[in-house]
């Protein structure tokens, strides 16, 4: 690991300090479970690979690890092993279906929910290393606001949170961007939404949060929190039929609607927070 | 067919020829177990037209059984908690149920020991037992935790119920008098504290029963009789935030209606 970012051994103390974001690394979060971060995370690292970036996603749901599933890989070395020190990182790391990189977290990570000093340690230098190898990084984390979520987002320099409409999944969504402002001092979240059932209503629902926001939470006018509208995924049936097959939608039917929707939030990313690719 | 006569043919063997045989029942030395059952009441007598295997299996799940339990109180006991605790984990961390856990001690336990006497202690233990096992649903899980410390899981127990069913356990016991002697009757109290697994996330037994613990001692120096539940981190979100939250909802839907008959609805945020 000659392009280590942070020198893991002679600096362990200065890992401690006051976490900055990392450039490039987008951390795909939401408030509540089940709304597809997998999916999304999975699905917009191909979009974005297919536009020529090096992309990697990283399992960063510890506990919970489902990525494996949704690309139908069966990893023999996963991020346990490297946390564990049984592998080198660079063993990790698998090519994925779509053309970009994956980084498994392993079921052996559940001991590894816990967020302990040496945990942090492991995971920063693990981010370190991966920055400078990847055009983007996207991390795929747990929803909620646990001691690991909340740790794996802080690393990020942008986070995609995913929502669906439903009531839950939204007030799930705007408890975790408060927690976020008030915690992290982020001022900017990028909100998906996901099964969008009307064109427009993912703005909408946007605007909405946004409004309840700057009533009760960005009360300093110092301080705004800009909620950003990246983009909405409609209900298709192809987005099931890819998830129960385990395949790719990006790489099957990437012209289905919510594969054009997926192709359309990589672009807009693009214009927004990544660099065309070189 | 052919294995149930083999099957046969060996237990006729066996009761035959019952000390050259390692198979044989008396070699086996079921003593101890055949004590441990018949202290438990059971039934450990070999019926006449018992097979020798069917009757093992019989003092198997006897013995099985008694592993779980508690035998003063006959609650379950702290190795079946922990292990229905484990599962609740898996559960709530893959589908972000709700599992309330809650920790129960019998306030100034040791008061009733030293005045009344350990019988009398032990007839308060079985009494509160009863008392909060009649409270719960059969999914629920109760144990008897340690000494005068009892531990019940709620599966499927909504955060806004917790505090509700907690109280209502609370109140029954206060209620509830124990007889201990003919001529004494005692009223005790217990204080209760909880914690939610954190949901959709894996969580550990320790920590779960740590938080938990960590309420109960709150409850305790609080004055006691009394119940205290772990905050939640999330979900401070209040009703006036969450009637704005949804106020686009009624309004889709009112778009939605009014815009039916056109192609492509398109709804502007008022």
Partial sequence: MNDVLIPAAENKNSLRLPLKPLGKVLAVTSGKGGVGKTFVSANLAAAL??????????????GLANLDVVLNLHPKITLHDVFTGKARLEDAILPAPGGFSVLLAGSGMVEYSRLTTEVRDEFLRIIGSLVPRYDVVLMDTGAGISDVVLFAVSLASEVLMVATPEPTSLTDA?????VLVGQQLRQTVRLIVNQSTRPGSGQAITNQLQQVLDRFVATDPGHPIQLLHLGDIPVDPEVRQAIMRRQLMMQ???????????AQLARTLEKTVIPKPA | ??????YQFITFAVARIPDSSPFSLHSLKLDDACALLQHDAQNIEQEADEPDAAYLQRLIDGLCELSLKDPLTGLNNRRHFCSVLERSIDIVARSGESVLLLLLDIDRFKSINDSHGHLAGDQVLREIARCLARCLRPMDTIARYGGEEFAIILPNCQPVFGLAVAERIRKTVAAHTI??????SLQVTISIGGAYAPEWVRSTTDLWIERADK???????RGRDQVCLDQPRELSVSAEEKGLL????????AGTRENAPS????????
């Fill in chain 1, 174 to 178: 705007y408890a975790t961007i408060k």
């Fill in chain 2, 246 to 253: 949804f106020g686009h909802l009624l309004m889709d839907e």
């Fill in chain 1, 252 to 262: 099957h039917t990437p012209d289905c609607p919510a594969g054009k929707a997926i």
């Fill in chain 1, 49 to 62: 690979a297919r536009r020529g970036h090096r992309v990697l996603v990283l399992d960063a749901d510890l």
């Fill in chain 2, 1 to 6: 067919m052919i294995l149930t006569l083999q």
């Fill in chain 2, 263 to 270: 192609d492509a609805p398109k709804w502007e945020n008022a």
């Fill in chain 2, 215 to 221: 309420q109960l001692y709150r409850a305790k120096s």
């Fill in chain 2, 179 to 184: 007889p201990v002697s003919p001529l004494l």
